[in-house]
């Protein structure tokens, strides 16, 4: 089993950027797949990024293709997300969530989700 907790959100200006961190307890990443994902309000909660620690593999949302870049700390306990350019349209709560399987990126493919970091993009 594997706690997660999300890290780094914040108030910023439209063109700005932050960096959110993704932080594993329990045991390390190496055996998980790790994904973001985000809900604004009245909107459903969608997939942002997602990585395969074993392969280092990596998959974008359209919307956030250029602009959203995944890393991980060599500890294998972290996973990064850099924002940068960051809109309005950005506008949400993020979540952290890790699975064991090596297909799927719905949501529900996802068995252990952190409790969400605000993130808030003015214009």
């Known amino acids: 089993q594997v706690q997660l907790v999300e890290s780094g959100g914040g108030l910023v200006q439209a063109g700005e950027s932050l960096r959110l961190s993704c932080a594993a307890s329990g045991r390390t990443f190496d055996r998980y797949h790790v994904g973001w994902f985000r809900q604004a309000p009245g909107k459903e909660r969608s997939i942002v990024a997602a990585i395969s620690w074993s392969t280092a593999?990596?998959?974008?949302?359209?919307?956030?293709?250029?602009?959203?870049?995944?890393?991980?700390?060599?500890?294998?306990?972290?996973?990064?997300?850099?924002m940068n350019s960051l809109k309005p349209e950005d506008t949400a709560v993020y979540y952290c969530a890790a699975k064991t399987k090596n297909y799927g990126l719905a949501l529900n493919d996802y068995e252990y989700w952190g409790q969400g970091t605000q993130v808030t993009v003015s214009s």
């Open 57 to 82: 593999n990596t998959y974008y949302a359209d919307s956030v293709k250029g602009r959203f870049a995944l890393s991980r700390a060599n500890t294998k306990n972290t996973v990064f997300l850099q």
